[in-house]
């Protein structure tokens, strides 16, 4: 069983940087994608960004250039740098880790409160 643990969230100004982080229990992280999701209320949940075992990476249009998504495979965190936020970032910002070992598996964080507001 993995556990991801998140913290770094909370209330910034429009054009301030917040930096998520996000924690794994046990050994797969470093054979695993890691993502960051975001669900704004009354939405669904979106790809914020993912970072695979071979450091490739993906953003979502709307946090391209602002956000920067890395990993530690030494400290099983991956991070995601947050810069010129946005009121519309305003989300609770979810971790995720996927990985294929036979079958297809993903976990998920609990998710923590990003607030972009003056």
């Known amino acids: 069983q993995v556990q991801l643990v998140e913290s770094g969230g909370g209330l910034v100004q429009p054009g301030g940087s917040l930096r998520l982080s996000c924690a794994a229990s046990g050994s797969l992280f470093r054979i695993a994608t890691m993502g960051w999701y975001r669900q704004a209320p009354g939405k669904q949940r979106d790809l914020v960004a993912t970072i695979t075992s071979g450091d490739s990476t993906n953003y979502a249009d709307s946090v391209k250039g602002r956000f920067i998504i890395s990993r530690d495979n030494a400290k099983n965190t991956v991070y995601l740098q947050m810069n010129s936020l946005k009121p519309e970032d305003t989300a609770v910002y979810y971790c995720?880790?996927?990985?294929?070992?036979?079958?297809?598996?993903?976990?998920w964080g609990q998710g923590t409160q990003v607030t972009v507001s003056s």
């Open positions: 995720n880790l996927q990985y294929t070992l036979f079958t297809a598996k993903q976990y």
